[in-house]
């Protein structure tokens, strides 16, 4: 099953990475390497190594505090600037018209590009919505302006999605969610699949339930392992193909090559309509990042320094 018909795809070497197409046109990779909780000076390396190994697309946030180490990565990788999608996030704490404007410029300096290919708001911040507004209309700004190429969000729910449509001329082009096989949020998919916005999965291959609840591992559970036997693949390139021929974007996050490279590898298999079905009943309910009405300025405002 290919990951969604008439998708063009990338030749990597003897690798054929499927692109995923934005609802402005823009192509995005079907997989990227992201970089949460990579301290900077592991960063670097990673961005090296993935960009190296075929990877296009590089997702980091302003949060997060490497983006500089990013683009330094990028720069060392030998690979051509135009060549690397780069996605990276607005902070809560620069929600607002002009501060997000000059998150932008924050960000851009960091990663020392002129244009950044995806810009999304890190959280809805249902607290202050009025500022979440002022702060998406900021990237309806940057866009209209070139200053990025296609714009976003990231841990909207249902109804964080429908008060900004109602508000906004821009759709988003792709809503970044925890989305991993015991945390499928179908409703929240099918949602987004109806106003034409890429799910973007992250923790797809289920890391985050690795300390989240030990008692139940993706990378351990019988189903996944047993599929992946089938396949002569890893519970990990079983659930990143899941997600993959489910038409959701990935950014699996590894600091160690050997890992970095087998998340790359999940484009010379298929998983069959009955595999598919084992793994969508793997569904838990159970989130296991923070719920997204409890991020608010005062738990997690932080300020993001200056370029």
């Keep these: 099953m290919p990951p969604a018909a008439g998708v063009p795809v990338l030749s990597v070497g003897t690798m054929t990475v499927p692109n995923f197409i934005l609802n402005n046109g823009v192509e995005i990779p079907a997989i990227g390497l992201g970089v949460f909780q990579t301290p900077p000076a592991e960063t670097v390396d990673a961005v090296t190594a993935a960009l190296r190994t075929g990877y296009r697309h590089i997702d980091t ?4 505090g ?5 683009g330094q990565g990028i720069r060392e990788s030998g690979v051509k600037r135009e060549d690397v ?3 990276t996030k ?3 704490s620069d929600y607002g018209y002009d501060q997000t404007l000059h998150a932008w410029e924050k960000s851009a300096a960091k990663l020392g590009v002129d244009q950044i290919d995806l810009f999304i708001l890190h959280q809805a911040l249902p607290s202050a919505f009025d500022s979440t507004i002022a702060a998406y209309k900021a990237l309806e700004t940057l866009l209209a302006d070139g200053k990025v190429r296609a714009i976003g969000v990231s841990n909207f729910m249902p109804e964080h999605l429908s008060r900004l449509l ?3 001329s821009v759709v988003p082009v792709v809503n970044q969610i925890e989305v991993h096989p015991y945390f499928q949020q179908t409703q929240l998919q099918a949602l987004d699949r109806e106003h034409g916005i890429l ?3 992250w923790s797809p291959i289920g890391g985050i339930t690795s300390y989240r ?3 139940r591992r993706s990378f351990d559970d019988p189903v996944l392992l047993a599929i992946g036997e089938k396949h002569g693949k890893s519970a990990a390139q079983v659930m990143l193909r899941w997600h993959i021929q489910k038409g959701i974007q990935v950014i699996p996050k590894s600091i160690r090559l050997e890992r970095i490279a087998e998340n790359f590898d999940v484009f010379d298999f298929d998983l069959t309509l009955d595999e598919l079905s084992q793994i969508d009943a793997l569904d838990t309910g159970k989130r296991g990042g923070p ?3 409890a991020i608010t300025l005062e738990a997690f405002g932080r300020v993001i320094p200056e370029a």
């Design 61 to 64: 946030a302003a949060a997060y």
């Design 66 to 70: 490497n983006e500089r180490e990013v």
């Design 85 to 87: 999608f780069i996605e």
């Design 90 to 92: 607005v902070w809560i």
């Design 166 to 168: 109602d508000e906004v």
């Design 199 to 201: 799910t973007q999965a």
């Design 213 to 215: 609840d030990s008692a």
């Design 291 to 293: 719920e997204p009405e």
